[in-house]
């Protein structure tokens, strides 16, 4: 369908407050996300449908941030095909943005079809990754190439401050393939128009959020397109009302249902 990017699935980190400096500021929690396609049938793709579920988990650990993250996804071809996705991670970012670990899987119909397990550290020697699965492999990345939670944590502090360009490299872990090349667009905060039923969805739901634009290019440069992009409602605390991914064929939509904000746990 589409390659998964974990810095997008980061953003969903609650900030307690409007100062952004430290990453101590994120508050541990669990979001709940319903998936739907919004386009209709293209002759680009065979997909008439796709429905599911995606559920993040955030905790903070001694030294750094844990995430874990699930998604269950039904996709319908044709009159009465239908293929089963689950796409899950694990990942570990150390709160001094040295050590970042990655396990990633992906089923279809109860298959696994990918494992990726590795961990990047930046030191003396530049940002180099060490992949254990699918196969033992080095890479090393370019100078300046952030990982999720610097990405996120730059991406909301240009926010607040009014500016609107956000262009990096990033690494995830969600593949082989090395880092991608993300160009982000923030635009002037918005204020949803009132609907008592949206607002009774979750706690945040009438809050004002920027809506954001990210264009994902893999490494290199060189392309004219995008391999896919994802707009968003960003609210100021960073949890993500809504998204919609367009990978150029099909657009996939996910709705925050609610959200449980977790103790944050003493070491």
Not at 27 to 38: D, V
Not at 44 to 69: N, Y
Not at 106 to 120: F, P, Q, S
């Amino acid at each position: 369908m589409f390659r998964h990017h974990l810095f997008f699935i980061v953003l969903l980190g609650i900030w307690t407050n409007a100062s952004l400096s430290r990453a101590e500021e994120l508050q541990p929690h669990r979001a709940y996300y319903t998936i739907s396609m919004i386009s209709l049938p293209s002759i680009k793709s065979t997909v008439t449908d796709v429905r599911g579920t995606m559920m993040l988990e955030l905790s903070k650990t001694c030294d750094g941030w844990a995430s874990q993250q699930v998604s269950d996804v039904r996709r319908y071809s044709g009159e009465d095909e239908v293929e089963h996705i689950r796409w899950g991670n694990v990942t570990f970012e150390s709160a001094d943005g040295r050590i970042f670990k990655f396990n990633t899987f992906r089923k279809v119909d109860d298959e696994l079809v990918e494992d990726i397990r590795g961990k990047a550290t930046k030191g003396a020697k530049g940002i180099e990754v060490s992949y254990q699965k699918p196969n033992e492999l080095m890479l090393k990345l370019p100078e300046g190439t952030l990982f999720p939670l610097e990405y996120t944590q730059g991406l909301l502090k240009i926010a607040e401050e009014g500016e609107h360009m956000y262009p990096h490299v990033v690494f995830d872990g969600s593949s082989t393939e090395g880092p991608s090349e993300i160009d982000a667009f923030v635009g002037e905060k918005k204020v949803t128009a009132g609907n008592p039923a949206a607002e009774r969805a979750h706690q945040f739901a009438a809050q004002p959020f920027w809506p954001v634009r990210f264009s994902v290019y893999g490494e290199g440069g060189g392309q004219y397109e995008a391999e896919y992009t994802t707009t968003q409602e960003l609210l100021p605390n960073g949890i993500i009302k809504q998204y919609v991914i367009d990978d150029g064929t099909i657009k996939i939509r996910g709705v925050l249902d609610r959200i449980e904000v977790l103790p944050k746990e003493g070491c």
